[in-house]
């Protein structure tokens, strides 16, 4: 069963500088809540460039089950200030996340972001409960995003 959920909001920072945040995965731990952390091969991820990343989800929160997982991706898109795709594979699914950024005008940019995911195997009768949440962190992660990028406002 193949989900996908889609996020967009407004930043008041311009697209090339949203771009260049949102492209270093080792900073989404930052602003996403799934994420742990991730190691990268470069300051800039180009097409065919890899990394990977540990993501941490609660399916049952507040209840403390955890699941744990590394995720290896390899960048299939990038055209800076403008939209940057990688895609994913992890123990039990793949996954596609797709960042477009367009100018919003006074030196904002609009973000929209699509997480596509396959869950396979034992984790899929978990999908019903994560669903939801991944949509609820999903939300959180863009808010916690703005937040970020424009308390950095000079």
Not at 75 to 99: F, H, T
């Amino acid at each position: 069963m193949q989900r996908v959920i889609e996020n967009s909001i407004t930043i008041a920072r311009p697209p090339t500088e949203v771009f260049e945040y949102v492209t270093q995965p080792w900073r989404w731990h930052e602003w996403h809540p799934s994420s742990q952390g991730a190691t990268g091969s470069s300051d800039r991820m180009v097409p065919g460039e890899t990394f990977d990343e540990v993501i941490r989800l609660q399916p049952l929160s507040p209840l403390p089950l955890t699941i744990r997982r590394q995720t290896h991706y390899q960048v299939d898109e990038a055209q800076p200030g403008i939209c940057w795709q990688v895609s994913g594979v992890a123990n039990g699914g793949k996954l596609v996340i797709r960042y477009e950024l367009t100018d919003a005008g006074d030196g904002a940019t609009h973000f929209f972001r699509r997480l596509r995911y396959e869950v396979k195997g034992p984790l899929r009768l978990l999908d019903p409960l994560l669903y939801p949440r991944m949509q609820a962190l999903s939300k959180q992660a863009l808010s916690n995003l703005k937040a970020r990028l424009e308390s950095a406002v000079s």
